[in-house]
């Protein structure tokens, strides 16, 4: 509670400083502005040439150049759908797989992921994973078999990973099922530790790693999974604190996982932290412990900019730079957010998206962290879950 | 043929019957005694629909069913057969009470009873009572009631009814009933059991409606003695329901419920020249087990007990003015895999007055003040009217204060249950018209409803879902109920129709409340000619939106159903046969959304009377 008091300080400090400087003048205060000044002068330069190259180039599909948001749909019965919002003309569509292909998505749809011309859209409570072109949004495959819950999936070379929760409520059938992209069926399953959740592939070594987050699913677990991308294998798991809920990437080989900790009405509360995963020999490295009752979540960064990290704390967005210092935390943006999403481009916007009362139509507000404002929003589907940039 | 005509005007004039008619059943130990006495006592100003057993037969298979079509409530099915809850008036789900021979049996853990969970055959007496009756039922009587009467009635009867329906979807439905009665002594057993495999077809699509099979079993006895000045009487009913909850277009499922519930009331009345006493005694039980998946052996469970005692003093202070007191406790147990184990007392006292000022008006007062919760203890009061003001034209008023108490799961749940939540509370006014002229009766209500503090589940900040006396709701609408009929010859034709307009307001939002229809329709054309009869059934349901911010809806549909049946005349053995098809034109509908209901359907049944 000590440190809630001092965030609170902090961010007064912050907002007065707004109020009373020039905005030019107090981006200045921020050391990333730097960078973002002469990128900013770069895109002027080059934006303004850009265009012509663009007539040139055959435009891909209607869903080129913008922002896909998965929505989760509505609890029980319904669809997930997914949403598109539109850089060039600020105009969001949603139900695009539904518009394109006549038919539902599935229900609760819990994660994407782009790769090449395709996206890979894992739908939770359907058991399946539906693959479409990621421009025209045309389906492409469905995978149902060798499914149960699943939730995130990552790809590397021909093979895709995808974690399952299987029965919720057994510990005890948790699995990473092995896609093969080239036939689009489940080859291969390997038993992991309960609750696994996100999943990413080290780039290091030619993406030789896959990793798994284990969040515990309803319940709680503190472990990371290291599988061989080759061979299939668990090679090691790797303790972390309770409850590993995100990560952000800092190096080829380094990882940050955000741990929330256990929450108080799981009766054994635990603290918040982040951890720093080397997986070069799989050593951990505690980087930032919180207080107790702090349950920390959606950890997104951008290590070119000093670091930053940005997470969210019961709903509001924390703005930090590294963890030289505990007051580095720059500014909070108040909210009842669901999750975050960095683009780091040439500009860094922040898409934090809002489910509201989970059972209307959401938002998403973009948020500049070089200037610290709103740069825009735009309405959704239900329950957004995950932004992805269909660049 | 006389016999044939007996029973067609009385099936008629149950339809037809004014709603107004009273049973005057304080003053003397009638031939029949229903245990719910109130709800024709002391409710003049209120709408009364009779639903007969005729109509009940028509759609046995379950009493969302019965109601659906014969009715202007509303009802969200979770897919077929599946958990269904009531709105009446635009109400959420808890705040319909189901009374049971006069006592509220809404689960004490959801707050509402599930209509797929209560055997339509099993009683004697099914009345919809419009309007709140919090005064007089507790807890959830806001809407309107749903009563469930097995009336005991000291006439010399000896029959025995078996009823065996088969159809569609290996829909078995078998009915047994027996009484046995005279002067002094009464006694009925029923035994109500169905099952379906409830696999149809969802039009259109290449899909079934998988995991959907349901079987339930009723057993009803009820037991009756009639002493000089006093009379005993014992009701009694055991349910058990085993089903699978079925999936949905866009999500297989695996799951099961089994519910159980048993009910016992004990009433000893006596009565003392102006005065009649009555004593109860009941004991509630009910039980859930949800199985995530129905191969394996993990469930959660809830239950509760509840133990009520209840005394009334009815007393006739003259032919005009008559009162009646109530002192009524209870007690509620409950526990379950989410739910710790808590309890609680509620001690309610009740006045009620009716007094006929002249001929053509009289008006009614009920009151009641609770004790011993650890909520706000509310204090409720109803006043109400009646006013004959033509031989063709009546008007009824009524206006009352109600209430729903937090139920053990908003209270408790673990985790997310709230133990500082207050009751929700609703006031609300009510204007009826009935219009009769020979053979046509057209009744038209207009409602208004504000409640407050509504309990609604919402995720808090941390991502937990908590309930907070949060929501508030306006509600008003128009209600049209007409029934006529012709008879010519030995042709006899009846119609029945109920229309409901209902807006419900979220008061935050400024939108409709999600799963209300603005607009009902029932219809109901009924034939008879000799041994035959045959009839048309048709719902009308408006759009329901199912997104608080009114984006997403489930369109609007109309089902029709028909029926013919057929009575062999045989003095020893009396038969009847029928056949029904469901939704004829075989639409595609949803009742929830992404759920869709069955295609069309035949049911059969065969009736021996002895």
Known sequence: ?391 | MKNLFVFISSFLLLCATPLYAQLDSIQQLDEVIINDIRLKDYAEGYKLTNISDTLIKMNSASLTDVLRYNSTIYFKENGYGMVSSASFRGTNASQTAVIWNGISINSNLTGQTDFNTISPTSFSDITIRSGGGSTQYGSGAVGGSIHLNNAISFKKINQNNIRLQYGSFSIFEGNVKTIQSNERMYFDLGVDFISSENDYKYIGLDQKNENGEFSRLNVSANTGFKFKKSALTWNTNYFISDRNFSGSITAPSSDNYKDVSTRNLVSWKTRESKMVSTIKGAHLFERYRYFPDKNKSLFFEGKSNTFLGDYQLDYKINNKLKISSILNYSYIKADGSNVSDNERNTLAAIFLLNHQVTEKLSYGVNLRQEFLNDFDNPFLFAIDSKYEATAWYNLKLNASKNYRVPTFNDLYWDVGGNSALEPETSYQAEIGNIFHWKDFQIDINGFYIASKDLIKWQPSDSGLWMPENISETENYGLEVSGNYFINFKEHLISVNANYSYTSATDKEKDKQLIYVPFHKITGLLNYNFKQFSGYYQILYNGKVFTTTDNNGIVEAYSVSNFGLEYQIKNKLLPIKLGIKINNIFDIYYENVAYRPMPNRNIQTFINFKF
């Open chain 1, 1 to 391: 509670m000590k440190r809630a008091s001092k965030i609170i300080t902090i961010k007064r400090t912050v907002f007065s400083e707004q109020q009373v400087t020039n905005l030019s003048n107090s981006l200045g205060h921020l050391k990333l502005l730097k960078k973002i000044t002469y990128l900013f002068i770069a895109t002027i330069i080059f934006g303004s040439c850009s265009s012509d190259d663009d007539v040139n180039n055959e435009r891909l599909g209607d869903y080129e150049n913008g922002v896909l948001v998965t929505n989760e749909g509505p609890f029980g019965t319904g669809t997930g759908t997914i949403s598109f919002y539109n850089k060039e003309t600020n105009i969001v569509e949603n139900n695009i797989y539904q518009n394109v292909n006549n038919k539902e998505l599935g229900n609760i749809v819990q994660s994407m992921f782009l790769t090449g011309n395709l996206a890979y859209i894992v739908v939770n409570n359907s058991n399946r994973i539906v693959i479409v072109n990621r421009y025209t949004f045309e389906e492409v495959a469905i995978i149902e078999e060798g499914l149960n819950n699943p939730r995130y999936i990552t790809i590397s070379g021909s093979k895709g990973f995808v974690t399952n929760w299987g029965d919720p409520f057994d510990n005890n059938d948790d699995f990473v099922a092995v896609i093969d992209l080239s036939i689009n069926e489940v080859v291969s399953t390997i038993p992991v530790s309960f609750g696994p959740e996100k999943i990413i592939k080290r780039i290091a070594n030619n993406e030789d790693k896959i990793i798994v987050l284990h969040q515990g699913g309803y319940d709680y677990n503190n472990v990371i999974s290291v599988i061989n991308r080759d061979s299939n294998i668990l090679e090691t798991e790797i303790e972390v604190g309770d409850v590993p809920n995100s990560f952000h990437r800092t190096s080829d080989s380094k990882l940050l996982v955000m741990c929330g900790g256990k929450p108080d009405f799981s009766g054994e509360e635990t603290q918040g932290s982040i951890f720093e995963i080397n997986l070069e020999d799989n050593t951990t490295l505690l980087k930032e412990e919180f207080n107790l009752g702090v349950h920390p979540s959606s950890l997104v960064g951008d290590t070119l900019n000093d670091n930053l990290i940005i997470y969210l704390i019961n709903g509001d967005i924390h703005y930090h730079f590294g963890f030289d210092t505990p007051d580095s935390l720059i500014e909070i943006t108040e909210g009842s957010f669901y999750s975050l999403t960095l683009h780091t481009d040439i500009f860094l916007n922040l898409y934090a998206s809002d489910a509201g009362d989970f059972n209307s139509n959401g938002e998403i507000k973009v948020y500049s962290p070089d200037t610290l404002s709103e740069i825009k929003s735009f309405s959704v589907g239900i329950i957004p879950g995950g932004v992805y940039f269909n660049d």
